[in-house]
């Protein structure tokens, strides 16, 4: 934590993302630095690693791995966009890319030398990683010309290509690659012999505290499912109250079985939460275990084994409220039965809809294919058509329905009860017995432990395909001056107060309930001036850039915002200003040309007319440099689309096209070079 500048009150702070509050962009970039580095690996492999960090943070976090990487023989290869230069001479070894092209690749030493013998001479002032950004570029490359005595001509990539080969880093490096390797030696590059870095045992133990965790600080998500269920749980016992419920006829029965049937359809959905739960935590998890982190079936295991707690209290909440209140066989051993039986039905229902998850991996597919899969399981339970009823050639899908074997067995438990044993008049059979007939269900009591045997089968082969598909690869991959207008603003004191929000802090000595985040802040904006907020990573500017743009929605905000002396109002001011957030929030399936043109469509006064509107988003394209992207689908972030820093320029392109009064730009540079930045 030292190595990567994340020791101190950061260390106890969640992480959050864009929907939950937690550290800086910065911080967070650290904590994926950090990650990385505590197995520790031998070659790292670090796209970007500056983003968010202020140079002083970054020259920190490269010089800790430059040691890191020179005691442990290690490698590392870090892209960085053009790097300040105290950093850059930290790097022993340079690989320069331009249009997908190696132009050098060597020591640090020799990348002048390089440029010099190719006739173009680096200034004084002026930072080698700037001019090496800069040399292969049409637009720049003239004034670094050196030759006064020759005329210059523009030097393609594929010349600078060809120069390095006769270069002699070059011819260096390709004698080195010429050589082949004695196989009968051992090579020093066969570092482990292990998937994985500890026992299996440590590995369970670890996926198993850390879904604990997970869980308690999605307490809430826990709560509010046993909150639904004593809800539902109260308006079913009024609907099906026992002093309205009779055992008279079979009408009675058939209203005794909806309320069954209800049950049983409750306790599967209160499972389907598990659904968007696992894909919320899909990316991380297949991140990491791509990276040997632990295997498929020790994240999947804690996953399943640690709500079979919350089931037995889920379950008897509804089973304990509603049994003798509705009027079920008073017998203690069939309230006993049914509640196994509900256990085993919201162990199959939440075993199923991971199942799903893991199919879909993406949350649209998932809810259509889950949609598709409740459909099939509520024709085929038996309730809404009767076996008898249901077709030869479509008997198979009604035996292997999971729900079938639910709505059967709550059933046979509950009408094979002594209740349901009289005779009717006329009739010579018990009601119970004609009720299960007239429903086409069975009629044995031994059908309980069959139904139960099968649900245990179903909850075990729906645990297993989702912990099978868990190790299976991504099916894809997809990446006016202000002396003439003075000012009528006389700044108060903002401060923004955030409830802590995790209970273990009290454990590590904090005793406030709140802390302050940004205290006494106060100034002042002027029109025509372009203010820049400045500070290390973590220091609050964004923080106070959310207070200021109104997107803060947590936490204590005190003191006054006005503009022109009058109170801001967020209704009227959101139409005025535009705020770059620090992360770039896209729908993924738009190009870059229609994000910006639903953007000024929505945004831009009606006033201005369809043709004027066209040339102002050509204009902000051709500022932003997106013209060569305008076709480009935005994609998702890490997996296919835009790049990082592509993102980052949409989204300013995105605020720009609305044209606003006051912009707010949060990390605005931190994915785009100088050239772009100015």
Same mark, same amino acid.
């Given at each position: 934590?030292k190595?990567v500048?994340?020791?101190?009150?950061?260390?106890?702070t969640?992480v959050?993302d864009?929907m939950?509050?937690?550290?800086s962009?910065?911080?967070?970039?650290?904590?994926t630095t950090?990650?990385?580095?505590?197995?520790?690996?031998?070659?790292?492999?670090?796209?970007?690693?500056s983003t968010?960090?202020?140079?002083s943070?970054?020259?920190?976090?490269?010089n800790?791995?430059?040691?890191?990487?020179?005691?442990f023989?290690?490698t590392a290869i870090i892209?960085?966009?053009?790097p300040?230069?105290?950093?850059f001479e930290?790097f022993d070894?340079?690989i320069l890319?331009?249009?997908?092209q190696?132009?050098?690749?060597?020591?640090?030493?020799h990348v002048l030398e390089?440029?010099e013998?190719?006739?173009f001479k680096c200034?004084e002032?002026?930072g080698?990683?700037?001019f090496?950004q800069?040399?292969?570029?049409?637009?720049?490359?003239?004034?670094?010309?050196?030759?006064?005595?020759?005329?210059?001509?523009?030097v393609?990539?594929?010349?600078f290509?060809?120069?390095?080969?006769?270069?002699?880093v070059g011819?260096t490096l390709?004698?080195e690659l010429?050589?082949?390797f004695?196989k009968?030696?051992s090579?020093?590059?066969?570092?482990t012999?292990?998937?994985y870095?500890?026992?299996?045992?440590?590995?369970l133990?670890a996926?198993?505290?850390r879904?604990?965790?997970?869980m308690?600080r999605n307490?809430?998500?826990?709560?509010?499912?046993l909150?639904?269920?004593s809800?539902?749980?109260m308006?079913?016992m009024?609907?099906?109250l026992?002093? %309205?419920m009779? +055992?008279?006829?079979?009408?009675? !029965?058939g209203?005794?079985?909806? =309320?069954?049937f $209800?049950?049983?359809?409750?306790?599967m959905?209160?499972?389907?939460?598990?659904?968007?739960?696992?894909?919320g935590?899909?990316?991380?998890f297949?991140k990491q275990r791509d990276?040997?982190?632990?295997?498929?079936?020790?994240?999947?295991l804690?996953t399943?084994?640690l709500?079979i707690?919350?089931t037995l209290?889920?379950v008897?909440l509804?089973?304990f409220?509603?049994?003798?209140?509705?009027?079920?066989?008073?017998?203690?051993?069939r309230?006993?039965k049914q509640?196994?039986?509900l256990?085993?039905v919201?162990q199959?229902a939440? %075993?199923?809809? +991971?199942?799903?998850g893991?199919v !879909?991996?993406?949350?649209?597919? =998932?809810?259509t $294919?889950?949609?598709?899969?409740m459909?099939?399981?509520?024709?085929?339970?038996?309730?809404?058509l009767?076996?008898?009823?249901v077709?030869?050639?479509w008997?198979?899908g009604?035996w292997?329905?999971?729900m079938?074997?639910g709505?059967n067995v709550?059933?046979?438990?509950?009408?094979?009860?002594?209740s349901?044993?009289h005779?009717?008049?006329?009739?010579?059979?018990p009601l119970?017995v004609?009720?299960?007939?007239?429903?086409?269900?069975?009629?044995?009591?031994?059908?309980?432990?069959?139904g139960i045997?099968?649900l245990?089968?179903?909850t075990?082969?729906?645990n297993?395909?989702?912990t099978l598909l868990?190790s299976l690869?991504?099916?894809?991959?997809?990446k006016v001056?202000?002396?003439?207008?003075?000012?009528?603003y006389?700044?108060?004191d903002?401060?923004?107060l955030a409830?802590?929000?995790?209970?273990?802090?009290?454990?590590q000595g904090v005793?406030?309930?709140?802390?302050?985040?940004?205290k006494?802040?106060?100034?002042?904006?002027?029109?025509?001036v372009?203010t820049?907020?400045?500070?290390?990573?973590?220091?609050g500017?964004?923080?106070?850039?959310?207070?200021l743009?109104?997107?803060?929605?947590?936490?204590?905000?005190?003191?006054t915002?006005?503009i022109?002396?009058?109170?801001?109002?967020q209704?009227?001011?959101?139409?005025i200003?535009g705020?770059?957030?620090?992360?770039?929030?896209h729908?993924?399936?738009v190009?870059?040309y229609?994000s910006l043109?639903?953007?000024?469509?929505?945004r831009?006064p009606?006033?201005v007319?369809?043709k004027?509107?066209?040339m102002f988003?050509?204009?902000?394209m051709?500022?932003?440099?997106?013209?060569?992207l305008?076709?480009s689908?935005?994609?998702?972030?890490g997996v296919?689309?835009l790049?990082t820093e592509?993102?980052k320029?949409l989204?300013?392109?995105?605020e720009?096209?609305?044209n606003p009064?006051?912009?707010f730009?949060?990390?605005?540079?931190?994915?785009c070079n100088c050239?772009e930045?100015?």
């Amino acid at each position: 934590m030292k190595a990567v500048a994340t020791e101190g009150q950061e260390a106890n702070t969640m992480v959050g993302d864009e929907m939950i509050r937690g550290i800086s962009g910065g911080q967070r970039k650290r904590v994926t630095t950090g990650e990385m580095l505590v197995g520790p690996a031998n070659a790292l492999f670090m796209d970007e690693i500056s983003t968010g960090l202020d140079s002083s943070t970054t020259f920190q976090v490269v010089n800790s791995l430059k040691q890191f990487i020179h005691i442990f023989q290690g490698t590392a290869i870090i892209p960085l966009l053009q790097p300040a230069p105290e950093i850059f001479e930290l790097f022993d070894d340079i690989i320069l890319l331009s249009d997908g092209q190696i132009v050098y690749q060597g020591p640090r030493e020799h990348v002048l030398e390089f440029f010099e013998s190719s006739g173009f001479k680096c200034p004084e002032r002026k930072g080698v990683a700037d001019f090496l950004q800069e040399v292969t570029s049409k637009k720049d490359q003239r004034q670094y010309w050196a030759r006064k005595d020759e005329p210059y001509r523009f030097v393609t990539v594929s010349e600078f290509v060809e120069a390095f080969q006769s270069f002699h880093v070059g011819r260096t490096l390709g004698d080195e690659l010429a050589t082949q390797f004695d196989k009968r030696k051992s090579h020093p590059a066969a570092l482990t012999t292990k998937n994985y870095g500890v026992p299996r045992k440590e590995l369970l133990k670890a996926c198993t505290s850390r879904e604990f965790l997970l869980m308690k600080r999605n307490s809430f998500v826990y709560i509010f499912k046993l909150s639904q269920v004593s809800i539902m749980a109260m308006i079913t016992m009024i609907l099906f109250l026992r002093t %309205g419920m009779h +055992r008279d006829s079979t009408n009675d !029965g058939g209203i005794y079985m909806g =309320a069954l049937f $209800f049950t049983v359809v409750m306790i599967m959905f209160n499972g389907l939460s598990e659904l968007a739960m696992t894909i919320g935590k899909l990316p991380v998890f297949y991140k990491q275990r791509d990276y040997l982190f632990y295997p498929s079936w020790a994240y999947a295991l804690p996953t399943w084994i640690l709500k079979i707690p919350f089931t037995l209290l889920e379950v008897g909440l509804w089973v304990f409220l509603t049994y003798y209140v509705i009027g079920f066989d008073p017998n203690v051993g069939r309230l006993f039965k049914q509640y196994l039986l509900l256990l085993l039905v919201n162990q199959m229902a939440s %075993g199923l809809f +991971r199942f799903v998850g893991a199919v !879909g991996r993406n949350l649209i597919v =998932a809810n259509t $294919f889950g949609s598709f899969v409740m459909l099939a399981l509520f024709a085929l339970c038996g309730f809404i058509l009767s076996r008898v009823d249901v077709k030869k050639w479509w008997i198979w899908g009604y035996w292997a329905s999971p729900m079938m074997y639910g709505v059967n067995v709550i059933a046979v438990n509950e009408f094979l009860g002594t209740s349901w044993r009289h005779v009717l008049p006329n009739t010579t059979e018990p009601l119970g017995v004609m009720l299960l007939k007239s429903r086409g269900l069975f009629l044995y009591a031994y059908w309980y432990w069959i139904g139960i045997g099968a649900l245990f089968g179903f909850t075990i082969l729906f645990n297993f395909g989702f912990t099978l598909l868990e190790s299976l690869k991504l099916l894809y991959q997809k990446k006016v001056k202000a002396k003439e207008n003075p000012l009528s603003y006389h700044p108060e004191d903002i401060a923004l107060l955030a409830e802590f929000q995790l209970r273990e802090m009290k454990d590590q000595g904090v005793s406030e309930d709140r802390l302050m985040l940004l205290k006494g802040v106060s100034g002042a904006f002027r029109p025509g001036v372009l203010t820049a907020l400045m500070g290390v990573s973590g220091a609050g500017k964004t923080t106070l850039m959310d207070v200021l743009a109104g997107r803060k929605t947590g936490g204590y905000i005190e003191g006054t915002i006005t503009i022109s002396g009058y109170p801001k109002k967020q209704e009227t001011f959101a139409r005025i200003s535009g705020y770059c957030e620090q992360n770039d929030i896209h729908s993924p399936h738009v190009t870059v040309y229609e994000s910006l043109l639903y953007s000024a469509w929505l945004r831009l006064p009606p006033e201005v007319d369809s043709k004027t509107r066209k040339m102002f988003i050509e204009e902000v394209m051709e500022l932003v440099e997106l013209n060569p992207l305008r076709g480009s689908l935005v994609g998702l972030p890490g997996v296919n689309g835009l790049s990082t820093e592509q993102r980052k320029r949409l989204t300013i392109a995105v605020e720009l096209v609305a044209n606003p009064s006051i912009i707010f730009m949060d990390g605005c540079k931190s994915c785009c070079n100088c050239d772009e930045n100015s």
